[in-house]
């Protein structure tokens, strides 16, 4: 089998944006290891190993997916019932079909967590047929953050 490991460090660092949205206690991401576990997880040196397969297994999730869905769409909601925002503020949803869905959730994860981007909420869906990135924050960053995307893969 092949697999990836996942230091917690990590975990946090790139899958906080949706874990934290799903259960900001930590408890999903505890109930992940737990579901991966009973899949062949595998906990090597104190690190926990699992398959890209067992990870999407677990997003799949009857009981999983629903609540990402409902808090990945919160996002949308929280912006438009806010009616009395402190500075200009954009929410904007991106369906991007025909592309590798690693690679946008990498760029987007990537950039948001190493840039100079401040306060930028993201969401993404790469269940789905088409992958879906949902952005909310200052307008000027996320403009600049979606055409640094648009320039980099020519779309």
């Known amino acids: 089998m092949r697999y990836k490991t996942l230091d917690f460090r990590q975990v946090k660092k790139y899958l906080s944006l949706f874990l934290d949205k799903i259960d900001p206690s930590g408890y999903a ?3 992940m290891v737990k579901t991966c576990r009973k899949n062949k997880g595998e906990k090597i ?3 926990w190993h699992f398959t890209p397969e ?3 297994t677990f997003i799949r999730h009857p009981a999983v997916r629903p609540s990402i869905l409902a808090k990945n769409n919160g996002l949308v909601y929280d912006f438009l019932l ?3 925002k402190a500075k200009q503020e954009m929410c904007m949803i991106l369906d991007i079909p025909d592309v590798d869905r690693e690679t ?3 760029f987007f994860c990537h950039n948001i967590c ?3 981007f401040s306060g930028i909420q993201f969401s993404f ?3 789905a047929e088409t992958a879906r990135v ?3 924050g200052n307008s000027k960053e996320v403009m600049q953050l979606v055409n640094d995307f648009h320039s980099k893969y020519n779309m």
């Open 29 to 31: 991401f505890y109930n």
């Open 45 to 47: 040196n104190g690190l």
């Open 54 to 56: 067992q990870v999407e």
């Open 82 to 84: 806010d009616n009395k």
């Open 104 to 106: 946008v959730a990498e």
């Open 114 to 116: 190493e840039g100079d």
């Open 125 to 127: 869906d790469g269940v």
């Open 134 to 136: 949902i952005l909310k």
